[in-house]
Structures are given as C-alpha cells and as structure tokens.
C-alpha cells in the first residue's frame, strides 16, 4: 500500500504519522533504511504519539511529540519510538493523545523543517546525462529531460539527488523593473516513479510580490493545462504559464493588488460566467450533441475514401509493418469476452460469464482476420502457402492484437463503471469494435432478463449502438472542455498580434494528442468540419460537431451483433443492417467458439470465416445434432459465424495496404528471413535460397505507404539489407511496373506484389 502510494501521490521528502498512522510511517523509514527505491526520498519524519514499531535503526532525522497526559499510547511507548532514530528531537506538551496545536508548538515544528530545508538547501545542479545513467528512472521521465534540455537550455535546472527527477524552468516576466524578478520565478517539478502514468507535482517558486498575489490564478491556468495521464506534462505547463504572465503583464508591471489580488473576476470572467464550457461536466446540450453528430455522419460518410486521413492517424508509425490494435467495446455481458476467445483462439480464455464486469483489467492477445491474397488474381491458388494459414473464400489468415476492455455502462465518461479507466484502456487502438447483444434480452447495465417480451427492462439494440458511441464522445468532449479556458486565452492573445494567430489553433489541437494522433490529424478534420479560426465565437455545437468528426476518422467502429444464433436476434439484425449497412456484421461468438473447442477435441473440422464443417466419423451424437442446429441458425441464413468477419471489416476500414515480397516474378517464391539464413547474398537479398515457399510472406503497412517506406519495413523484419536501388511490382496481367522510391503503394488488386533490389551487404 505504502509503495502504491508513493508511486502514484509521491515521491515524498518526509512523513508524518499520528497514533497508529506513526507505525505506517516508521514502516516507510525502515523501507528507506532498506535503500528501497520507492523510499531514497525520505529525509525526515514526524510522529505524534506513536506507538514503536520496532524497526532497525534509522538514520533519518525526526521529530516526535508526546504527552504524559496521553492515555491511549503511553509517553514511555513514545520514548521508544524515538531510540528508534538516531537523530530525533523531543518535544512534550500537555494536549494528551492529540496533535499539538499551541503556538509554541508550532512554532519547534517550523524551526524543525527549516532546518531540514537548510541542511539541503541550495541543491546541488545536475544534468540530462546524470538522468540517463540513474537505472531508478523511467524510459519516459527520461526522453522527457532529454526534451526539456533541447526546449529549455538556458532555463532548465535539474537538482541532485536524480532520483527521483527535480527540476526548474525559470519564467520570464517581461517589462518588470527589477530583474531579479524574472530570476527568481520558475516553476519547480517533480516526477512520482510512475510518471507520467502519475501526475507530476508542481509548484512556483518565486520572490516576485506581484506573482505571489496572482500565484492562485496562474497556477490554475498551469494546472488546467496537463496533458492526460500517460503523456508528458511539463512543456504545456510551462508554456500556459509564460503565456499567462504574458497576457497580464500589464498587472504584474504596476503590482495591481486590486479586485484580482483580493481573488474578484475580471471583465472577462464576469462576461464568462455560465458559459456553456463552464458548466458541470454532466451538463450537455442533447440537442447539439445529435445535431453535431448528424452533421459529422454528413461530412464524413462512412463510405468516404479514409486514406487521404490515414497518414496523420499512423504519424510516426510508418518504415515498418503495421500491428494493428481491434478494441471491442461494449455495454457488460454483451459478448466482448466470447468474442475475444473467438477471435484469438486462445488457448488461454478470457473470462465469460452472464453478468456485468466479467472483464476488469483488459484482455489482450494475437487474433486473426481475413486478409486478401494475390494468388487469387495471379491464379495460383493451390501453389500458394501463406505462413499464418488460409482463410475462406481465397483469403489468408492475418495476424492482428485484439483488445477486450471493461463493460461500458451509461454514464461511463462520468466515472459510473469502470469509467475513464476503460475508456483510456481505447487509445491505442486503430478500430473499434462495438459488440451489440442482438438479441435484446439484457439492459444497459448488462443485466440479462431472458427471452420474455414486454419486461419493459430489455434494450433496443439499435439504440444501444447510439448511446455507446455516445459515451466515447462525451469522454472526449468533456476532456477538451475542461482545457476550453486555455484555448480561449491564446485566442484573445493572437488577436493582438498577426505574428501569433495560429497559437489558440495550436493548442486545441494539441488537446487531440492523447488519444495516439497528431496535431495535423486534428488540423485536417478542423479543416473537414469547416470551421474558421474565430475560437472565441465558438458555440457547445462547433466542439461538438469538431469532436464527432474526430471519433469517425480516429476511432472508426464496426458493429458486431452478436448472439444471433437467438431467436429474437433476426428481426433486430434485419433493423440495424437496414441503417448501418456494412457497418454492423451478424456474428454468433459463442458458435464460433464451439467449434474452435470442437475442432480441438478432433470432432469436427472447420475453416475459419466460412460455413462448412465436416463431422468426424468419431463425431458424438450431441456434437452433430449441435452441429446442424449451428447450421440452422447461423451459417446457413448468415454465411458464417461472423466473428472473423467482424475483425476483418474493422481493419479493411482503415484500407491498409498489403505488400509480398518475391524473389522473382517467376517462382513468386517467398523472400527468407535474414536471421534465419547463414551467410550468401544474392541481388540485395541475405541467403536467397531454392525450394521457399510461394507468396508465403505478406506484410500489412499503412495506407500511402511509399516504395522507400515498403523498403524500410523488410529491412525492419530482418527480410532485406542494404540500400534501396530498384523496385518492382508485378500487375495481375503479368505486366511488371518499376516504381520510384517516392511513389505511393497503390496496387491493381488489394494487394501489391513486389521485388526489390538492395546494393551492398550489411556487415
């Protein structure tokens, strides 16, 4: 619990301890005492009527009070506590078993830690290579020093110890008189062992009257500014900060101490109350909210050509093969769990069961989807040998991560649920899932009534795809609502200056990042929503309209109407296909499953994403009576059971690019890994060998992959060296195309089939 605690709230230079807390805090000491990493903070110690605990002999400095009037622990237990420390201070009082409070009293205390405070004071300097080669901190903490060094060179204080991580970043305060004042503003930071999955603390330290007035009002703005949780903070801090001196110099310069200093609003703050980004985070224009959305569904079609977004969602991700990342979502007991067993054919199953919050922590293993083969277009189906395994309908198994988070429940953006933790479980994936109960038998809650009609307590599946989605986008809209007052402030500075107009741009954009995409991701759907740069005018429908358009292309969903093998599924899937379309998929996870579980006992024999299932002889009665009941209901009237469907259409949606690799155009056969060959070269390609298999090997990339992009990312698999000298690909007419290292992948079929020479060996 203690190290949780540090971990997340701390690290801490001291602890205090009251009564029974004291044995918690003496615990910490003797942690500290152990060189725990959680612990090298510590400096000192505070305890009040403490009990001993018993501990090793420590080294930290304390302070202990006791009372000979305390009847619950006993000046004597107290005196013992204190032989615990080698350098302990004593103070009786005559308040019995409480906390000392008379001014006396208070006034050793703050002697006390003046004196810690001196005896470490002034810190010694540190630098961004001493950060480096401290083991105890994070790969995170560390690029971030790293950044702030290149950002802040002449600003920048890193203190010793370096664990944990203590810096500086002085502020200026332009037009003041004195400039020992812009010297001595900074705001110092330090970073928890969890950060940035912990917030950082924060505070100012400054000798500058007219800052210590404001110090509530900029340290607001500062705090407003954070980034999520998972994303480095200090930057955007530091800079809301300088921006906040600098829209009040003017009251800063003369020392205004007037209804600001005494914490009145301003003109601005007056004319803002009850505007609609101030309101409680539950309040929300309903109305504008399916405006908005209607007018995104409008703007951007599901059917619209996604690729020309699909740079800016992959920023930083491209040279290398695409790990694509399925969430599935969903209210409880809608199927999420079945589904995920389904789609990985884990031997390890995530937990199933009929009633809400079967999931907890989220569940994330290797799946499967159908992906397109060329050996289809090129009529060499039956040579073909596709390393993962082939799928129905001349299409290839392809490896993909499936995500299965916590139930959704309404409200979930609220906390209600597993709440915000699981809707930050989502950021890293490139689809969603929404898996739907079809059937209609289960609530909002997840609760399942059974089949009996008019309970009044079932849900409509087709409205449950609206509020789910809805859910995801309150949780958006609410995060950049919170930060509005810092977007509006960098609007009223740009209008002062031409040089500073994209500075309110900027920082909304910003506010997109932590959901894994990129300002001009966020810059592009601004511009799609035909919004102009007057942020200041911005009604709750422009967020709106800015947020719904963000979730289509960010989080593009496909519906799973699972459990279709009910009989009240038929008329609801008939429903929500009819609005839909392509976008919702029958799917019958628990059939699926089965078969997996069924194939694996040797009973039946199956082909993933088709409808045939051959019974083994052996077959029991029960297996092939289940069997032709699965017939019935589900692969006959659907084609199949879905589930590889489902996954397949949620990364079809993103229109990755698929590329096999050759050695020539005339066997097709497969490039070998560099790894496993052991020496030879031959054209660029490491060991190339006879006898490899045909269009074995196939690499998923993201959409307006370059041939020097498709270049980097064999190289990346250890499938290519050297450097790039002529690329090839092969048409389905048998026409062979020469491409630049510049050009765009787009090939006649959805997958390219290319040949590329490399000119030297790498040692």
Same mark, same amino acid.
């Given at each position: 619990?203690?190290?949780?605690?540090?971990?997340?709230?701390?690290?801490?230079?001291?602890?205090?301890?009251?009564?029974?807390?004291?044995?918690?805090?003496?615990?910490?000491?003797?942690? &500290?005492?152990?060189?725990?990493?959680?612990?090298?903070?510590?400096?000192?110690?505070?305890?009040? &009527?403490?009990?001993?605990?018993?501990?090793?002999?420590?080294?930290?400095?304390?302070?202990?009070?006791?009372?000979?009037?305390?009847?619950?622990?006993?000046?004597?237990?107290?005196?013992?506590?204190?032989?615990?420390?080698?350098?302990?201070?004593?103070?009786?009082?005559?308040?019995?078993?409480?906390?000392?409070?008379?001014?006396?009293?208070?006034?050793?205390?703050?002697?006390?830690?003046?004196?810690?405070?001196?005896?470490?004071?002034?810190?010694?300097?540190?630098?961004?290579?001493?950060?480096?080669?401290?083991?105890?901190?994070?790969?995170?903490?560390?690029?971030?020093?790293?950044?702030?060094?290149?950002? !802040?060179?002449?600003?920048?204080?890193?203190?010793?110890?370096?664990?944990?991580?203590?810096?500086?970043?002085?502020?200026?305060?332009?037009? @003041?008189?004195?400039?020992?004042?812009?010297?001595?503003?900074?705001?110092?930071?330090? !970073?928890?062992?969890?950060?940035?999955?912990?917030?950082?603390?924060?505070?100012?330290?400054?000798?500058?009257?007219?800052?210590?007035?404001? %110090?509530?009002?900029?340290?607001?703005?500062?705090?407003?500014? $954070?980034?999520?949780?998972?994303?480095?903070?200090?930057?955007?801090?530091?800079?809301?900060?300088?921006?906040?001196?600098?829209?009040?110099?003017?009251?800063?310069?003369?020392?205004?101490?007037?209804? @600001?200093?005494?914490?009145?609003? @301003?003109?601005?703050?007056?004319?803002?109350?009850?505007?609609?980004?101030?309101?409680?985070? &539950?309040?929300? +224009?309903?109305?504008?909210?399916?405006?908005?959305?209607?007018?995104?569904?409008?703007?951007?079609?599901?059917?619209?050509?996604? @690729?020309?977004?699909?740079?800016?969602?992959?920023?930083?991700?491209?040279?290398?093969?695409?790990?694509?990342?399925?969430?599935?979502?969903?209210?409880?007991?809608?199927?999420?769990?079945?589904?995920?067993?389904?789609?990985?054919?884990?031997?390890?199953?995530?937990?199933?069961?009929?009633?809400?919050?079967?999931?907890?922590?989220?569940?994330? *293993?290797?799946?499967?989807?159908?992906?397109?083969?060329?050996?289809?277009?090129?009529?060499?189906?039956?040579?073909?040998?596709?390393?993962?395994?082939?799928?129905?309908?001349? $299409?290839? %198994?392809?490896?993909?991560?499936?995500?299965?988070?916590?139930?959704?429940?309404?409200?979930?953006?609220?906390?209600?649920?597993?709440?915000?933790?699981?809707?930050?479980?989502?950021?890293?994936?490139?689809?969603?899932?929404?898996?739907?109960?079809?059937?209609?038998?289960?609530?909002? *809650?997840?609760?399942?009534?059974?089949?009996?009609?008019?309970?009044?307590?079932?849900?409509?599946?087709?409205? *449950?795809?609206?509020?789910?989605?809805?859910?995801?986008?309150?949780?958006?809209?609410?995060?950049?609502?919170?930060?509005?007052?810092?977007?509006?402030?960098?609007?009223?500075?740009?209008?002062?200056?031409?040089?500073?107009?994209?500075?309110?741009?900027?920082?909304?954009?910003?506010?997109?990042?932590?959901?894994?995409?990129?300002?001009?991701?966020?810059?592009?759907?601004?511009?799609?929503?035909?919004?102009?740069?007057?942020?200041?005018?911005?009604?709750?429908? +422009?967020?709106?309209?800015?947020?719904?358009?963000?979730? %289509?292309? %960010?989080?593009?969903?496909?519906?799973?109407?699972?459990?279709?093998?009910?009989?009240?599924?038929?008329?609801?899937?008939?429903?929500?296909?009819?609005? =839909?379309?392509?976008?919702?998929?029958?799917?019958?996870?628990?059939?699926?499953?089965?078969?997996?579980?069924?194939?694996?006992?040797?009973?039946?024999?199956?082909?993933?994403?088709?409808?045939?299932?051959?019974?083994?002889?052996?077959?029991?009665?029960?297996?092939?009576?289940?069997?032709?009941?699965?017939?019935?209901?589900?692969?006959?009237?659907?084609?199949?059971?879905?589930?590889?469907?489902?996954?397949?259409?949620?990364?079809?949606?993103?229109?990755?690019?698929?590329?096999?690799?050759?050695?020539?155009?005339?066997?097709?056969?497969?490039?070998?890994?560099?790894?496993?060959?052991?020496?030879?070269?031959?054209?660029?390609?490491?060991?190339?060998?006879?006898?490899?298999?045909?269009?074995?090997?196939?690499?998923?990339?993201?959409?307006?992959?370059?041939?020097?992009? #498709?270049?980097?990312?064999?190289?990346?698999?250890?499938?290519?060296?050297?450097?790039? #000298?002529?690329?090839?690909? =092969?048409?389905?007419?048998?026409?062979?195309?020469?491409?630049?290292?510049?050009?765009?992948?787009?090939?006649?079929?959805?997958?390219?089939?290319?040949?590329?020479?490399?000119?030297?060996?790498?040692?």
């Amino acid at each position: 619990v203690l190290e949780e605690a540090v971990a997340h709230l701390g690290p801490f230079d001291g602890v205090l301890g009251f009564s029974e807390g004291g044995l918690a805090a003496q615990l910490a000491c003797d942690l &500290a005492e152990e060189d725990a990493p959680s612990f090298a903070s510590l400096r000192f110690c505070i305890l009040v &009527a403490s009990p001993p605990l018993g501990m090793r002999p420590s080294r930290i400095r304390s302070l202990h009070f006791a009372s000979s009037k305390d009847t619950v622990v006993s000046i004597e237990d107290s005196k013992r506590c204190a032989s615990q420390f080698s350098d302990a201070d004593w103070v009786e009082h005559e308040g019995g078993h409480g906390v000392p409070h008379r001014s006396e009293d208070v006034r050793l205390l703050a002697t006390f830690l003046e004196k810690c405070r001196d005896d470490w004071l002034p810190l010694q300097q540190a630098s961004a290579e001493d950060i480096e080669q401290e083991t105890r901190i994070n790969q995170e903490q560390k690029d971030e020093v790293e950044t702030l060094s290149a950002m !802040f060179a002449e600003e920048l204080t890193i203190f010793q110890p370096t664990y944990p991580v203590r810096l500086a970043i002085k502020l200026d305060v332009p037009g @003041s008189d004195a400039a020992s004042v812009a010297e001595a503003a900074a705001l110092r930071f330090v !970073f928890p062992p969890l950060y940035p999955q912990a917030p950082c603390v924060c505070d100012l330290d400054t000798e500058s009257l007219a800052l210590q007035v404001h %110090r509530r009002e900029l340290m607001e703005a500062v705090e407003a500014a $954070r980034e999520p949780l998972g994303f480095p903070s200090v930057t955007a801090m530091v800079q809301e900060a300088q921006q906040w001196i600098e829209e009040h110099q003017g009251q800063l310069k003369a020392g205004e101490a007037g209804d @600001s200093a005494q914490g009145g609003p @301003s003109e601005d703050e007056d004319a803002d109350e009850g505007a609609w980004w101030l309101v409680e985070e &539950a309040e929300v +224009d309903e109305k504008l909210l399916l405006a908005a959305e209607k007018k995104a569904s409008e703007l951007l079609p599901d059917k619209a050509e996604k @690729s020309a977004w699909a740079r800016q969602c992959g920023a930083g991700s491209y040279g290398k093969p695409w790990t694509f990342t399925v969430g599935l979502v969903g209210k409880p007991s809608a199927g999420k769990s079945t589904l995920f067993n389904a789609g990985t054919r884990s031997e390890k199953e995530a937990a199933m069961a009929p009633h809400p919050f079967t999931t907890i922590d989220p569940n994330v *293993e290797p799946g499967w989807f159908a992906a397109p083969c060329p050996s289809v277009a090129l009529k060499c189906q039956d040579e073909c040998e596709p390393e993962h395994g082939r799928a129905d309908h001349g $299409r290839r %198994r392809f490896p993909l991560l499936v995500k299965d988070v916590a139930g959704l429940v309404p409200g979930a953006y609220l906390g209600r649920g597993r709440g915000n933790a699981f809707l930050n479980d989502l950021v890293d994936a490139d689809s969603l899932v929404h898996v739907v109960d079809a059937s209609g038998r289960s609530d909002a *809650e997840g609760v399942d009534h059974g089949a009996s009609k008019g309970s009044g307590k079932a849900s409509d599946p087709l409205e *449950e795809i609206g509020w789910v989605r809805r859910e995801i986008h309150m949780w958006i809209f609410s995060n950049v609502r919170a930060k509005w007052d810092t977007v509006r402030r960098k609007a009223k500075l740009a209008r002062q200056s031409v040089s500073l107009q994209t500075l309110a741009a900027e920082r909304l954009f910003a506010l997109f990042t932590g959901y894994h995409a990129s300002q001009q991701l966020a810059a592009q759907v601004y511009e799609a929503t035909g919004h102009r740069l007057d942020i200041l005018n911005w009604g709750e429908f +422009d967020l709106h309209l800015l947020v719904a358009c963000f979730l %289509r292309v %960010r989080f593009p969903i496909v519906v799973a109407l699972n459990k279709a093998d009910t009989s009240e599924a038929t008329e609801h899937i008939a429903r929500v296909q009819a609005v =839909l379309e392509n976008a919702a998929v029958p799917v019958s996870a628990r059939s699926e499953l089965w078969l997996l579980q069924q194939q694996r006992k040797g009973h039946l024999s199956y082909l993933e994403g088709g409808n045939s299932v051959t019974l083994a002889e052996t077959a029991p009665v029960e297996v092939k009576e289940q069997v032709e009941m699965l017939k019935q209901r589900v692969l006959e009237p659907y084609g199949n059971t879905g589930v590889m469907e489902v996954l397949s259409r949620a990364v079809l949606q993103r229109s990755p690019v698929f590329c096999c690799p050759v050695l020539d155009f005339s066997s097709l056969e497969s490039l070998p890994s560099v790894a496993s060959t052991s020496g030879g070269y031959a054209g660029g390609y490491a060991g190339a060998t006879k006898g490899k298999s045909k269009l074995a090997t196939m690499l998923m990339l993201r959409p307006l992959s370059t041939v020097e992009e #498709v270049h980097a990312a064999l190289k990346n698999e250890q499938l290519l060296r050297g450097d790039l #000298v002529r690329a090839e690909m =092969l048409r389905p007419s048998g026409q062979v195309l020469t491409l630049r290292r510049d050009d765009v992948l787009k090939p006649e079929g959805a997958t390219a089939v290319m040949r590329i020479l490399t000119n030297k060996k790498a040692k």
